[in-house]
């Protein structure tokens, strides 16, 4: 028998189907474009001002418009806000990229929602979700960086509260840092970094930018990023093993280096005793296989078998991580001895200590990841460098397969 034929075989699995969205979170590029505001007083003064300061040219439709108006016409944040004292017509909907409408007469309402679908304008009237293809959320402004916050219109006050609270974690200058990513983007595109290269420097810029964000970023700075990067590129290349414990098995509970872990991984080896939300901080390129045995410890073949398994994938390029209940992630010296002397770099990262008694109720109350996995479908290979490509296993079909789990791909 092959050395790899009995062991479990990390298929990547089916994506899942997303969890229901109240509203799709999109943001529009109005720069240049034309919005059609109609109605009168505050908050369809502050829907214009809205607009234009997201670069939409603002055409207002106000028979006797308040002193907010007015004002707001007067001095635009940013694109211009014409003001019409007049009541709106249907050939004003040509050209508009959207439409907004405040109206106390329900009947008028109902006419100029009907008026912008018939010209094929996505509406929104101010207080009438029966009439809107759109809504407007609470906002945190660090443009480029924004942040939309929606409720689907059931707790408005709700969505403020969550966005105040936003807005004292999230420094000012961050927008800076966005906008610097902004302009060097193309120039890390014509970098001549792999595409995995491009990936390290995106998370190294990230973590300087959230260390220093009352920095001013400078040109020396995009320098010593690209400098890093480049010094990096060749352990990076060779791949790279973390052992991750999970702790009792919630996302909630797992330590800032073990989120970092899981989110900069290329594939993650995880068990069936652990939280399915864990998943979710994993990025959407990342595979995501099932392995191990649920429920009992592990033999010594199984668990050679998973060693064989993640050397082979992390000297394909892979950056690997084993997520594993608990607080210790490996099974002794000889694991970590046998990743060192394959030339694999490796990582250990122990969990939350957790008493036995507790971590088995966290277990059980954790909805366990292999109902999700029960009706999933395997993937294709892992795309690039297919896992038995990359480590010159047989064709032959192994004994016993894994459980395939989820990709964590979400679109």
Same mark, same amino acid.
């Given at each position: 028998m092959s050395a790899v034929e009995g062991r479990h075989d990390p298929s990547p699995a089916h994506p899942p189907r997303m969890q229901a969205l109240a509203r799709l979170p999109i943001f529009l590029a109005l720069a240049g474009k034309r919005a059609l505001v109609a109605g009168n007083g505050a908050p369809v003064a502050w829907k214009a001002e809205l607009l234009a300061a997201a670069g939409a040219d603002v055409a207002v439709f106000a028979e006797r418009p308040c002193e907010e108006l007015r004002t707001i016409a007067a001095y635009p944040p940013r694109?211009?806000?014409?003001?019409?004292?007049?009541?709106?017509?249907?050939?004003?909907?040509?050209?508009?990229?959207?439409?907004?409408?405040?109206?106390?007469?329900?009947?008028?309402?109902? !006419?100029?929602?009907?008026?912008?679908? $018939? @010209?094929?304008?996505?509406? =929104?009237?101010?207080?009438? #979700? /029966?009439?809107? *293809? +759109?809504?407007?959320?609470?906002?945190?402004?660090?443009?480029?960086?924004?942040?939309?916050?929606?409720?689907?219109?059931?707790?408005?006050?709700?969505?403020?509260?969550?966005?105040?609270?936003?807005?004292?974690?999230?420094?000012?200058?961050?927008?800076?840092?966005?906008?610097?990513?902004?302009?060097?983007?193309?120039?890390?595109?014509?970098?001549?970094?792999?595409?995995?290269?491009? !990936?390290?420097?995106?998370?190294?810029? $990230? @973590?300087?930018?959230?260390? =220093?964000?009352?920095?001013? #970023? /400078?040109?020396? *700075? +995009?320098?010593?990023?690209?400098?890093?990067?480049?010094?990096?590129?060749?352990?990076?290349?060779?791949?790279?093993?973390?052992?991750?414990?999970?702790?009792?098995?919630?996302?909630?509970?797992l330590t800032m280096r073990a989120v970092r872990a899981v989110q900069s991984a290329d594939i993650i080896l995880i068990d069936d005793l652990l939280a399915p939300d864990i998943l979710d901080l994993a990025r959407r390129e990342a595979k995501v296989a099932l392995v191990g045995k649920t429920g009992r410890f592990k033999t010594g073949r199984l668990q050679q078998d998973e060693v064989t398994l993640m050397i082979a994938l992390a000297k394909g390029g892979r950056r690997v991580v084993r997520l594993k209940g608990g607080s210790s992630p490996t099974s002794g010296r000889e694991e970590i001895a046998a990743y060192r002397s394959a030339g694999i770099a490796v990582e250990v990262v122990p969990g939350v200590p957790v008493g036995e008694a507790r971590g088995e109720t966290e277990r059980n109350k954790a909805r366990r990841l292999s109902d999700r996995a029960k009706n999933s479908v395997p993937l294709a290979p892992i795309p690039e460098t297919p896992p038995r490509a990359c480590c010159g296993w047989p064709a032959a079909r192994p004994a016993r397969r894994a459980r395939t789990l989820r990709s964590t791909s979400r679109g």
């Open positions: 694109a211009t806000i014409a003001l019409e004292q007049r009541a709106w017509r249907i050939e004003d909907f040509v050209g508009a990229a959207v439409a907004v409408g405040g109206f106390e007469d329900a009947a008028e309402a109902e !006419r100029f929602s009907g008026a912008a679908r $018939a @010209a094929g304008v996505p509406v =929104n009237v101010i207080d009438r #979700p /029966a009439y809107c *293809d +759109f809504s407007f959320g609470a906002i945190v402004n660090r443009s480029p960086l924004v942040i939309g916050i929606s409720t689907d219109g059931a707790a408005p006050v709700f969505a403020q509260a969550i966005r105040a609270k936003l807005e004292t974690m999230i420094p000012r200058g961050f927008a800076r840092w966005a906008d610097a990513a902004r302009r060097w983007r193309q120039a890390v595109q014509f970098s001549g970094l792999s595409p995995s290269g491009r !990936r390290r420097f995106w998370r190294t810029f $990230a @973590a300087f930018a959230v260390s =220093n964000p009352q920095r001013e #970023p /400078a040109p020396s *700075d +995009f320098d010593a990023l690209l400098r890093r990067t480049e010094d990096q590129a060749t352990v990076a290349e060779a791949g790279s093993i973390t052992l991750v414990g999970a702790g009792p098995g919630d996302a909630e509970l």
